[in-house]
């Protein structure tokens, strides 16, 4: 009975990548609902204000769930830099002038390369009041691809500038010293309260375990293969951003897929899907 009930706690300590998922309904169930829709991965913020707590898209948009952890694979990550107009990098509704999905190459205005950018120096950010700040007017941030356990789909965190520096202690600490790579391990991610003139959240970062034998395999397998399909994704976007006109900036958030432009992507790490046939796995 011991060795029954020991063994059941071992399965279910597994994480369950989206190849295990055994549905009730397959693709073709569910084609005619999707004909003519592009998905995109949920995206998740750094509330603001201090707020311990991050929102997370549920089933009814206007009653989104809230939870203080977010624990799960970072599958992976990458720059993800963003000019605005003055006083609008908190809108919603309002697009930014210039886009980096590498850190290096800006698409829009100014666009160019971002090392050299004057926009991407420290100082040349400004208050809500018009005020030079020390922060850059170039906002730097990084998503992160995070799959929760039994998730069919990663959610993207974007880490705003406050929250670089705590993640990259985390990465060189619990990774890169060890040679390993981010998917290597569950993380948790919560949020700490820092007061001042105005006070916001930044991220923290714990690492819950490590993948170990057959299951690190597993998950080492899904994640090289999703890292190489949103790397050519990626350069898709770059290179259709690319063709734009300066007076119509690159958006960073776009679908997986699209007819009017026959992009193609794969996120299984058994079957390649057609962006303008199939649907994404489920």
């Known amino acids: 009975m011991t060795n029954n009930y020991e063994n059941a706690m071992v399965e279910n300590k597994n994480f369950m990548l989206p190849d295990m998922i055994a549905g009730e309904f397959t693709s073709e169930d569910m084609a005619d609902d999707l004909e003519g829709l592009q998905l995109s991965f949920q995206r998740v913020k750094i509330p603001g204000g201090g707020v311990l707590q991050f929102e997370m898209p549920g089933d009814?948009?206007?009653?989104?769930?809230?939870?203080?952890?977010?624990?799960?694979?970072?599958?992976?990550?990458?720059?993800?830099?963003?000019?605005w107009p003055?006083?609008?990098e908190y809108?919603?509704?309002?697009s930014p002038l210039c886009t980096s999905i590498d850190g290096k190459t800006g698409c829009g205005s100014p666009g160019g390369a971002c090392a050299v950018c004057p926009l991407n120096q420290y100082g040349t950010a400004t208050d809500s009041k018009g005020n030079?700040?020390?922060?850059?007017?170039?906002?730097?941030?990084?998503?992160?691809?995070?799959?929760?356990?039994?998730?069919?789909?990663?959610?993207?965190?974007?880490?705003?500038?406050?929250?670089?520096?705590?993640?990259?202690?985390?990465?060189?600490?619990?990774?890169?010293?060890?040679?390993?790579?981010?998917?290597?391990?569950?993380?948790?991610i919560g949020l700490k309260r820092i007061d001042g003139a105005n006070a916001y959240s930044v991220a923290t970062?714990?690492?819950?375990?490590?993948?170990?034998?057959?299951?690190?395999?597993?998950?080492?397998a899904y994640a090289v293969n999703f890292r190489e399909q949103i790397k050519s994704l990626n350069q898709m976007r770059a290179a259709e951003a690319m063709k734009r006109s300066d007076s119509e900036p690159f958006y960073e958030d776009l679908p997986f897929s699209s007819t009017e432009n026959g992009t193609h992507f794969e996120i299984s790490s058994n079957d390649t899907l057609n962006g303008d046939k199939d649907e994404l796995p489920m």
């Open 205 to 220: 970062f714990k690492k819950v375990r490590d993948f170990v034998g057959e299951e690190l395999m597993q998950v080492k």
């Open 86 to 88: 003055d006083g609008m």
């Open 60 to 83: 009814n948009p206007e009653e989104p769930d809230y939870v203080k952890t977010i624990e799960g694979i970072i599958l992976y990550s990458h720059p993800n830099f963003a000019y």
């Open 132 to 188: 030079p700040t020390k922060g850059k007017a170039c906002k730097n941030m990084r998503n992160l691809y995070i799959l929760r356990n039994g998730e069919s789909m990663p959610i993207v965190l974007s880490l705003p500038p406050t929250s670089l520096r705590p993640y990259e202690e985390f990465f060189n600490g619990s990774f890169a010293m060890k040679r390993r790579p981010s998917y290597t391990a569950v993380v948790q």
């Open 91 to 94: 809108d919603d509704n309002v």
